[in-house]
């Protein structure tokens, strides 16, 4: 195997798992809203593959590796980003100062990756990514020990991977009940097949490129290109008819929509016509449809409007451009402070409280290690403190420590209450070791509450949970379901507070009047009276409705 074929089928590997990410990110079985598997397994590989693009087909094995493996540790993103990027480091170290590999290099190499990744998890889970590693790796090794052809190792790699994967569902008891295999799993599964079949000779994925609407065959995916074009028409509009007896031509109807729109698309079987179109006018169309058939009952009839999509994506593409407004900072006072959190209150707050870059970022949101190497080289101290304030961000925020130059320290605060406890217990007098511990027992005194929507149809204990529902969780388990937001939120507080709690504190986020807030803490006041103190913080965060800290 040499560089050339290696950078081909990492590249490959990185089309096609940004192309099956959603896919992977539905197989969260969680009902909150994360899911983001797939997703940061595609941004960590999109790294790789935009630094080998521009490497000449001349570099080495050992060159590939090492340049993927750079790109990805800075790309990470979520814990499954992390550790694909530790297996693809160790990966690497294993090809070290090799031109070529045969098949005992691959499968020394595969084994150094997972050692890597599983001494970066202080309490590794079987039915995970790590174990559908561990038993490619395992197979590789008995391969490699009759077969040099690297092809050979690497497929019984693959097919070890497989079946392992298949076998999570009997390690991890919650994926069995929801008939999924694990998401980290399934993604590496991806990445590695994808890889193997470039090895073999295939043609190496590419990514799909924008094309003309009319081109197009499956409406549900149409739409979202033209985005970045002129909007002519407001409204993306898509339904499917079942068709009546005796049904007019698909034609008469593709030529009416085109009267009153553009981007039209019908496609008709025995069945059903699946349309597609951009208009002023929806509910024209609709009307006309009716001419042809029935709607179906699912999917049901869409309509976006695609001016309000597409402010929102600029709002995100300036957000995103914010990553490079960061100055990097030579090291000038004793302590510095990097936080992470989506919220323009939250924000102002941390900054409010001593911090030097916030970083945006949380749920659903992971920000890279890159990111927050950025932020913490453009705090101009010579001792970071990083917190980032949710559990899916740790081990990004840790892969920066060794790639700074000044000293770091990670605080490993799971939520936003935390985070913010920590930053109040820093003492200037004490060192660094010394502000470390004082903050992290800080922040661990702290119970959080959270109070967001059910993502997904799932099940709490025997009980169905409904696409919607307010969920309630207490220092991230999910505690119960309910009908209504601020009864729901007054519950978790009454069941989080205790004989020893003194401070209650309510973040609303952006989905939530501040008049419903001040509802909520009002009755907690009336409820414990002047014992706890109970103050009310617009955060206007996105996905949780309520962040409550219980002190």
Not at 84 to 96: E, M, Y
Not at 373 to 395: D, E, G
Not at 413 to 442: K, V
Not at 451 to 456: G, K, L, M
Request: glycine share 8%.
């Amino acid at each position: 195997m040499n560089g050339k074929l290696l950078k081909a089928a990492i590249c490959s590997a990185a089309v096609t798992i940004e192309k099956q990410k959603k896919a992977i990110d539905e197989l969260n079985v969680y009902p909150v809203p994360d899911g983001d598997t797939g997703t940061n397994m595609s941004m960590t590989m999109s790294a790789a593959r935009r630094e080998l693009n521009v490497m000449p087909d001349s570099a080495t094995v050992a060159e590939v590796a090492e340049k993927a493996a750079s790109a990805m540790l800075r790309g990470a993103r979520g814990n499954s980003g992390v550790i694909l990027s530790l297996l693809f480091r160790g990966f690497a170290k294993g090809l070290a100062g090799q031109e070529t590999a045969e098949g005992r290099d691959i499968a020394n190499a595969v084994e150094n990756g997972v050692q890597a990744a599983y001494k970066a998890v202080m309490k590794p889970t079987e039915g995970t990514i790590l174990t559908v590693a561990r038993m490619g790796a395992q197979q590789a090794q008995m391969t490699a020990r009759e077969h040099t052809d690297p092809i050979v190792v690497f497929e019984a790699l693959v097919k070890a991977a497989e079946e392992a994967l298949a076998r999570t569902p009997e390690q991890l008891p919650i994926l069995k009940k929801a008939g999924v295999v694990d998401a980290g799993g399934k993604g590496l599964v991806t990445i590695w097949g994808a890889m193997l079949k470039v090895f073999k000779g295939e043609a190496p994925e590419v990514p799909t490129e924008s094309a003309p609407v009319r081109k197009h065959t499956e409406t549900i995916a149409i739409g979202r290109e033209d985005l970045e074009e002129e909007i002519t028409y407001t409204y993306c509009t898509e339904f499917i008819v079942e068709k009546k007896k005796d049904c007019p031509d698909a034609f008469k109807l593709r030529a009416y929509l085109e009267t009153i729109g553009d981007c039209v698309v019908v496609v008709e079987d025995d069945e059903i016509i699946k349309v597609h179109v951009h208009t002023d006018n929806p509910g024209m169309a609709l009307q006309k449809a009716l001419e042809f058939g029935q709607f179906v009952n699912e999917p049901k009839p869409k309509v976006e409007n695609m001016r309000i999509q597409h402010a929102g994506r600029v709002r995100e593409a300036q957000n995103a451009a914010q990553d490079d407004t960061y100055v990097r900072a030579e090291p000038e006072k004793q302590f510095g402070f990097v936080a992470v959190a989506a919220g323009k209150g939250l924000e102002d707050m941390f900054k409010e409280l001593g911090a030097d870059c916030v970083v945006r970022g949380g749920q659903t949101m992971n920000p890279s290690t890159d990111d927050i190497l950025k932020a913490i080289h453009a705090t101009p101290a010579k001792n970071v403190f990083v917190l980032p304030n949710n559990k899916n961000i740790i081990m990004a925020a840790e892969q920066a420590v060794s790639l700074a130059d000044r000293n770091v320290f990670v605080l490993q605060t799971r939520t936003i209450p935390q985070g913010i406890s920590a930053m109040l217990a820093f003492d200037d007098s004490l060192d660094s070791e010394g502000n470390r511990i004082a903050m992290t027992r800080a922040f661990e005194k702290v119970s959080t509450g959270l109070v967001t929507f059910a993502a997904r149809d799932s099940e709490l204990d025997g009980h169905p949970i409904k696409k919607g529902e307010v969920l309630a969780l207490e220092n991230g388990k999910l505690a119960f379901t309910d009908k209504e937001l601020n009864h729901a939120a007054y519950k978790l507080t009454k069941k989080m507070v205790n004989g020893e709690t003194g401070f209650i504190t309510i973040t609303f986020g952006e989905d939530v009047q501040e008049d419903t807030a001040e509802e909520l803490a009002e009755r907690l006041r009336n409820k414990y009276g002047e014992r706890i103190e109970v103050m009310c913080v617009d955060g206007g965060q996105p996905v949780y409705y309520y962040m409550i800290a219980v002190e």
